[in-house]
């Protein structure tokens, strides 16, 4: 990827940076161990983002 992005795309990019961190764990604990992980939690090598 090039090092001179749009702004835009950088934009996309850092939301879905921020979407893709762990819930917090006050979450984990106020739902009593119901919800633990985010369930399209992305690995930056497996999976790839498709429209940015």
């Keep these: 990827m ?7 795309k950088k934009l ?3 939301n879905r940076e921020k979407s893709n ?3 917090p764990l006050w979450v ?3 739902t009593r161990f119901k919800v633990r992980w985010r ?3 992305r690995h930056w090598r497996r999976s790839k983002l ?3």
């Design 21 to 23: 961190q762990p819930i």
């Design 39 to 41: 369930p399209r939690l």
């Design 2 to 8: 090039a090092h001179h992005k749009p702004l835009a």
């Design 12 to 14: 996309r990019l850092i």
């Design 28 to 30: 984990v604990v106020k």
């Design 50 to 52: 498709e429209d940015v």
